[in-house]
């Protein structure tokens, strides 16, 4: 075992050479492919916070059924989310993009054609739980496919064409804005059956995940695809050997068909390993994969996106076209800022990007909130306190791109044992879309109760508590494989449990001492 794992540890080094090799272009490829459909989210998500100023006038609906409107998506995808893990396990990572573009498609027709609130309402619903597919499985399928050396370049790309999405969105808004107010959101949210078109054609020239592959037993065409992903074909044996290790096929095996159980290809069980009897490991992968994603939006990030004009409009920026404008630079600061954390994330590392991000977006947020609570207790515009604003929601934005916002998809979708990742990582997302729908179904009704000042006073308090968790909880995983996780975490866990036991043995020898 000892000459095993000195074996390996010498091919590991062998993926992370001193001087790097080029980017897999294969592997870069299909992670492009796959991270598109989160394009889909990006869009809606741009689109909406510009359409509603024209839903509102058209429909005549109040600030709580924007509230709805623009907030449902997120519990929908949740569904979406929490369904995604397993229809991946059962019939693939490559048709699940599939199906999510399908749904899409048609959420996208049923907005488009809306007569009123409620088929506009239904459209959200069948949308959002293409959405909540779109964004589990992308990350998942390119951490499979990516080699260690570049995953979470590869991996951070979902984020990269969410922010691509939510500028398209904003340029979509400012674009129809010219049409009459009947046609012009209709097609605003209309167009987005353009993506979902172009997604479900390209997918299809991807290949299967090669882990997936594995738990299914065809590990010929999972070594065909490893040899193609992998840097070297050094590294592509000894990743099919940790694969084969994870899924319990033996070592030996060289068919390129093997037999394997329905609850190894099929995902059963994994809820009772994560929820039920999870060992201190899992426990520790468990809290960590859904707390990351339960911060990057409790932080408040889809206020500020979503939300923008109406802060600007607390500003002292009125005009329609003014507002929209701000939001596309909004968009471009999120965009280029993800595209440099992509660039910095396989260099630095994960902890450091986080706590950097985190840090700087409650300072961005402490500064927002301290703006619009000034501007509110004034009678008369005060400059400084509107630039001050409009530069916080850009600065907020672009800490948030730069760390939080791309790596709770890396991190995530890295962490989770080969079994249990595919449901493991549903469970992150749809805790990521319940916190972004609370979000914004509540920041109308929470900046009236408590004024907008008060709200992001309330989010950067969430962001300090974000950072401490980060601190404390997040390992850095950098350069590891996604089978060399497991030991980096638990070991807080199993701390706890023996002192506990250590307690108990002390307590019963006390006991039969007294005896």
């Known amino acids: 075992m000892a000459n095993r794992n000195l074996d390996k540890n010498v091919i590991s080094n062998q993926y992370v050479p001193l001087k790097r090799p080029k980017r897999n272009k294969y592997a870069f490829a299909c992670s492009i492919l796959a991270s598109m459909t989160s394009v889909l989210l990006g869009y809606d998500t741009g689109v909406m916070s510009g359409a509603v100023i024209y839903i509102k006038e058209d429909l005549k609906i109040t600030d709580v059924q924007i509230e709805i409107l623009v907030g449902t998506i997120n519990i929908y995808s949740l569904v979406g989310a929490a369904l995604a893990g397993r229809t991946s396990d059962w019939i693939g990572r490559r048709y699940t993009i599939v199906f999510a573009s399908i749904i899409f498609f048609v959420g996208a027709i049923l907005m488009g054609f809306a007569t009123n609130y409620w088929f506009l309402m239904l459209g959200r619903f069948v949308a959002g739980i293409g959405v909540g597919y779109a964004l589990m499985i992308a990350p998942v399928y390119t951490a499979e496919v990516a080699p260690a050396s570049c995953r979470g370049f590869c991996t951070s790309f979902p984020e990269v064409f969410i922010n691509g999405g939510v500028l398209l969105g904003y340029v979509s808004n400012y674009a129809f804005s010219m049409l009459p107010l009947k046609l012009g959101w209709r097609f605003m949210l209309g167009i987005g059956v353009i993506p979902s078109v172009l997604l479900g054609i390209g997918v299809l020239a991807m290949p299967e995940s090669p882990r997936w592959l594995v738990m299914q037993g065809r590990l010929g065409d999972a070594k065909r695809i490893l040899d193609k992903t992998s840097d070297t ?142 501007i509110d207790h004034s009678d008369h515009k005060i400059k400084w306190a509107i630039v ?98 497991e030991p980096l975490f638990g070991t807080f866990f199993r701390w706890r449990s023996t002192m506990k036991e250590l307690k108990r043995n002390k307590v019963e020898g006390d006991g039969s001492a007294q005896a």
């Open 388 to 485: 001050l604003c409009v530069c916080m929601t850009y600065s907020s934005v672009a800490f948030f791109s730069i760390g939080m916002g791309p790596l709770a998809w890396v991190y995530s979708s890295e962490i989770f044992p080969l079994r249990l990742r595919a449901q493991g990582s549903s469970m992150g997302v749809a805790v990521n879309r319940a916190v972004s729908g609370v979000i914004l179904m509540t920041f109308i009704s929470l900046y009236k109760a408590i004024s907008i000042g008060g709200a992001f006073f309330l989010y950067a308090g969430v962001a300090i508590v974000a950072w401490i968790f980060f601190y404390t909880l997040l390992p850095e995983t950098q350069g590891r494989t996604l089978e060399e996780m």
């Open 233 to 374: 074909l050094e590294e592509s044996k000894m990743r099919l050997a940790d694969i084969k290790e994870a899924a319990g096929i033996s070592q030996d095996c060289q068919d390129d068909i093997v037999s394997v159980t329905r609850r190894s290809s099929h995902g059963e069980g994994v809820w009772k390993e994560l929820f039920l009897h999870p060992t201190p490991t899992v426990l520790h992968i468990l809290i960590a994969g859904i707390g990351v994603h339960f911060f990057q939006q409790a932080s408040g990030i889809d206020a500020v996106v979503m939300y923008s004009p109406r802060i600007y409009e607390k500003a002292g920026i009125t005009k329609h076209k003014d507002m929209l404008l701000a939001t596309i630079a909004v968009g471009c600061m999120k965009t280029f800022f993800t595209l440099v954390a992509t660039f910095l994330v396989d260099k630095i590392g994960r902890r450091i990007l986080l706590l950097s991000s985190c840090g700087g977006m409650t300072l961005s947020l402490l500064a927002l909130a301290t703006g619009l609570t000034i």
